[in-house]
Nanobody
Framework: QVQLVESGGGLVQPGGSLRLSCAAS????????MGWYRQAPGNQREWVAGLSRLGRSNYVDSVKGRFTISRDNAKNTVYLQMNSLKPDDTAVYYC?????????WGQGTQVTVSS
């Protein structure tokens, strides 16, 4: 059974940093691409960053240069380092993996950027 568990969210002031983690189980982690998404109140869930199994990353334009996605295959964990946070980054952040055509999501972790 595929399970994803996010952690690391919280309240941070504008300009601050957070590192989100997503621990995966039930999959051969190193063989799967991983992604981070976010959903702000009243908005649709949007893709934020993706990391291929070969280590290629890409980002939505609004976070380029500020966010970094990475993975530790030994720990079955994907990370999202978020720097220079802005109030517009406030959202619930989710990680996702697609396995055999099925999408699996974590429960989400709240990130609030406010002074």
């Amino acid at each position: 059974q595929v399970q994803l568990v996010e952690s690391g969210g919280g309240l941070v002031q504008p300009g601050g940093s957070l590192r989100l983690s997503c621990a995966a189980s039930g999959i051969i982690f190193r063989l799967n691409a991983m992604g981070w998404y976010r959903q702000a109140p009243g908005n649709q869930r949007e893709w934020v960053a993706g990391l291929s199994r070969l280590g290629r990353s890409n980002y939505v334009d609004s976070v380029k240069g500020r966010f970094t996605i990475s993975r530790d295959n030994a720990k079955n964990t994907v990370y999202l380092q978020m720097n220079s946070l802005k109030p517009d980054d406030t959202a619930v952040y989710y990680c996702k993996v697609s396995v055999d055509g099925n999408d699996y999501w974590g429960q989400g972790t709240q990130v609030t950027v406010s002074s």
